[in-house]
């Protein structure tokens, strides 16, 4: 949320059209804030977890929250700090029971609402407490059981909930984001059924995290949409594996991780080497909602609250000298077609149907800094030395960039690559080879996208690799 958090960088029309497309056939038309049972309590902590922070708010109907929990920040930045919170949104933040406030049932309301002149407020607490991380060679989990608002279509243009943490460091300084670091665990926009898990870090704009989109996934709530229903958002950060690697959850479905050594150690130092504070918010407007259709208009109903029944911060202790992670698994074949939309990760790229030959799906929206992760690719004891992608273009005339293959780190130096520019359309497939640096064994290995240009110019089917 913080500094254009999880904006996309550029205004790709067609990228955006695709995503909206994606994931409107999952919204629910329900259109009221109609509030579901809470649980009694958050849930006591799994073996081996201790409780370190918690709040179930309970309380009386339209009070306010535990101060002696969280803090209010109020306006439309804070002391010193960009306008709007950096994000572009338009709402102002204060500390009413009309925008914060207890519903009497064990929930907190953060509602937002607009003024007979059409000016919005919302609400926006963070934690007091700016300590939580691991310990040494331990686990760190934020978790909330929460309900989005519950409007969408037109009337939720605008809407803009998250359930996230910043960098320590960033209180009272607010010019040093994104080094710090942000863990944006929920986030979600115009009422549309998908949840956006992201980390910030690096500089901005581009750097080692691609920011201002930064390193993200997303995916869809199931059973009911995430705006008609709770669900459970999670962030695990875990010091015992090596590299040290921060997990996103979804009702505990893993499926987002981010792992320190796809930057450089003075990034991730940079993002890691502090706690965390924790923040839950619902904006109007910025940049995230208007890569998605736009801020609030006329047709935006006010007064549909972020329903949060309990927000909680559990530890896991190490076991004294951090552990160890075993090597890939080698669960992928590197001389069989891998499917590009079958990724462990990515940054930019969204799935989409294709036409291509046996059907299925492609990645698209690519652009310059965009990747895809395809974690434990065999390549066995004969070096494969030959690179093929199946891929298409519908890129503007003079738009081209570079495909290429990096092993076991997004920063790592190509090991292969091929130019691409316009194929005669989106889905107009060629397959191209390259020569491949030789290469045995179990590797991950990431797609990185490279062009001087900042619009999409390629689509990816799938790939694999050859002696």
């Known amino acids: 949320m913080s500094e254009t958090s999880g904006t996309p960088r550029r205004g790709s029309v067609r990228r955006v059209l695709i995503a909206v497309l994606s994931t409107l056939s999952l919204a629910a038309a329900a259109a009221t804030a109609a509030t579901l049972p809470a649980n009694a309590s958050a849930p006591p902590p799994p073996s081996g977890w201790s409780q370190v922070f918690v709040d179930d708010f309970t309380g009386t109907a339209g009070s306010g929250v535990n101060t002696a929990n969280w803090q209010y920040t109020t306006g439309t930045s804070y002391p010193g700090g960009p306008a709007n919170f950096g994000t572009g949104e338009v709402e102002t933040m204060t500390s009413s029971t009309s925008n914060v406030a207890l519903d009497g049932s064990g929930n907190l309301l953060i509602t937002p609402r607009r003024d007979a002149s059409g000016n919005w407020t919302s609400g926006r607490i963070e934690t007091k407490r700016t300590d939580f991380e691991p310990p040494a060679g331990g686990k760190l989990r934020i978790e909330s059981r929460l309900q989005m608002p519950n409007v969408t279509g037109a009337a939720a243009k605008g809407y803009w909930p998250a359930f996230w943490a910043l960098g320590a460091p960033y209180r009272g300084n607010y010019q040093n984001w994104p080094g710090v670091g942000e863990l944006d665990i929920m986030e979600n926009v115009q009422g549309l059924n998908t949840e956006w898990a992201t980390m910030h870090c690096g500089t901005s704009p581009g750097g080692p995290c691609n920011e201002t989109s930064g390193i993200g996934n997303n995916t869809p709530c199931t059973g009911t949409t995430c705006q008609a229903g709770f669900h459970t958002y999670a962030m695990e950060w875990d010091r015992s594996t090596s590299p040290e690697e921060v997990r996103f959850y979804l009702d505990g479905v893993n499926f987002h991780t981010v792992k320190a050594n796809q930057v450089d150690a003075t990034t991730w130092a940079n993002a890691t080497n502090h706690g965390y504070f924790v923040i839950l918010n619902v904006a109007m407007g910025g940049g995230f909602p208007g890569a998605f259709g736009g801020g609030p208009d006329s047709g935006t109903e006010p007064g549909h609250p972020l329903v949060v029944d309990y927000v909680q911060v559990l530890q896991a202790a190490g076991s004294g000298g951090g552990g160890t992670t075993p090597p890939p698994t080698g669960n992928r074949d590197a001389y069989s077609a891998i499917q590009a ?86 889905q107009s497939w060629r397959t191209v080879p390259a020569n491949l640096s030789s290469v045995t064994g179990t590797h991950d290995v990431y797609l990185t996208f490279t062009s001087g240009q900042p619009a999409d110019f390629v689509n990816v089917n799938w790939f694999d690799f050859g002696h």
Do not use: H, M
């Open 341 to 426: 939309e079958s990724y462990d990760s990515q940054s930019g790229v969204v799935s989409e149907t294709t036409t291509d030959t046996g059907g299925g799906q492609d990645i698209g929206t690519i652009a310059n800094g965009d990747y895809a992760l395809y974690k434990g690719v065999n390549f066995g004891s004969s070096a494969a030395t030959q690179f093929y992608g199946r891929v298409a273009s519908g890129a503007a005339g003079g738009v081209s960039g570079l495909v290429e293959v990096r092993l076991d780190s997004r920063t790592s130096t190509p090991v292969a690559s091929f130019a691409l520019a316009n194929t005669g359309g989106w």
